[in-house]
């Protein structure tokens, strides 16, 4: 596995972490979810509670100066640079934290009339060689070279749910569906769907159930990774030429209401963390699939009957074994050594009866490593400064960094 952030790992973590019984203890650690919904907007007094949480690590608000801002979705570049998503009755903001940790607004968009001012909780968004790209299902809005005002695209002839560039194209995934068009939404390219005749996957015929959820480019223009989930789930490879989806490795079942998901890419690795709903009996594993060797590294997992007999073909390097109640899922970040996890998808989903926290594993040292008792974020980051996290919250962004 080639390892990424490295200056990171010399400096981060030089303060001992030892796992905090909160961990082992279920209801401790549900007692601090429940007991910290307000943590969303905290005051002086619920800032300090959650510094006294964390002797270890020191504790800064630096977005917004002041005031409440909603944040609806973060997303990390391959350069390392956060980007997050915020907003207010007019516009939506999507501000980048330069070196500094300080946020620059890097683009804007309109609000849409008419149209419930919740529409941010359901936005994804990624940033491809400096490229804005966000959808909310309907549209998709890209941004322009040097400018800060997105414009839009409509009339796909599906619900999107994911959006990427690939060969200099706009690659839009649907749940039956792939599409691609130029950066202006015209010459549009069916790649398969299910709905049109000689452009079916073999996938989707055998599976009727499987509905694809994430995707991005791969190892080259003809080749990208596809996530699909149903009654059973898996990640693949998809060919543009021969319309063709070969696993990478098969999944449990992936159910959008009943599971925690999340694919990304990091460089040269994509980075999947899947986790049954706590509140469904919360079952979970992480892993990375690099792209240059083919390699699939199972960061986590809970080590069970379920897991065992679903997944036959399970590696035989399981690396870490999760206790229950650990929920590490959501957005992950992974540099080969330590694991981010952000505990959660997003802030509808995670708002009220999940007991999840974010926080980091230094996986040469699990249990020992568990660190940070932290609510569920909508991001956790690896700073570019080389020894802190940053946590993009759901209404401020903040930074962590060790004391010693």
């Known amino acids: 596995m080639k390892r990424f952030f490295i200056p990171l790992i010399l400096t981060l973590f030089a303060v001992n972490l030892v796992a905090d019984d909160l961990y082992k203890n279920p209801g401790k650690l549900k007692h601090l979810w429940h007991s910290s919904r307000n943590f969303f907007q905290r005051d002086n007094a619920k800032n300090a509670e959650l510094q006294q949480l964390n002797p270890a690590w020191k504790i800064e608000k630096i977005w917004p100066a002041d005031g409440v801002h909603n944040i609806s979705a973060s997303t990390c570049d391959d350069k390392g640079n956060i980007y997050f998503l915020s907003g207010n009755s007019f516009d939506f903001q999507i501000f980048q934290l330069a070196d500094d940790a300080k946020a620059e607004l890097r683009w804007t968009f309109p609000t849409m009339r008419g149209v419930s001012s919740n529409i941010g909780n359901y936005m994804t968004m990624k940033v491809d060689n400096d490229t804005l790209l966000i959808t909310e299902g309907r549209y998709v809005w890209v941004s322009q070279p040097g400018k800060k005002l997105l414009y839009r695209l409509s009339h796909f002839p599906f619900i999107i749910k994911s959006v990427w560039l690939q060969g200099g194209r706009l690659m839009l995934l649907g749940e039956k569906h792939l599409m691609s068009s130029n950066l202006l939404g015209k010459d549009r390219r069916t790649h398969f769907s299910a709905s049109q005749a000689g452009k079916a996957l073999d996938l989707l015929q055998k599976n009727p ?22 009654r059973s789930g898996a990640i693949g490879k998809y060919s543009l030429s021969k319309n063709t989806f070969t696993e990478i490795v098969s999944l ?3 159910e959008e209401q009943r599971h925690i998901y999340n694919l990304s890419k990091n460089k040269d690795n994509y980075l999947f963390s899947w986790a049954e709903n706590p509140a469904y009996g919360a079952i979970g594993m992480q892993f990375a699939y690099n792209l240059s060797s083919g390699k699939l590294t199972v960061i986590g997992s809970q080590i069970n009957d379920y897991l065992k007999q679903f997944w036959k073909t399970m590696p035989v390097d399981m690396g870490i074994s999760w206790e229950k109640y650990h929920n590490i899922t959501g957005n992950i970040a992974y540099n080969g050594k330590y694991l981010l996890y952000s505990g959660g998808r997003d802030k509808m989903q995670m708002r009220d009866d999940t007991p999840a926290c974010s926080g980091i594993v230094d996986l040469t040292k699990y249990p020992e490593g568990v660190s940070l008792q932290y609510p569920a974020v909508n991001g956790l980051y690896f700073s570019k400064d080389g020894k802190s996290l940053v946590a993009v919250e759901y209404y401020q962004v903040s930074k962590i960094t060790p004391k010693n």
Request: no cysteine; hydrophobic share 40%.
């Open 209 to 230: 159930q499987a509905k694809f959820l994430s995707g991005g480019m791969g190892a080259n223009p003809d080749e990208a990774i596809l996530l699909y989930g149903g």
């Open 252 to 254: 449990p079942e992936i």
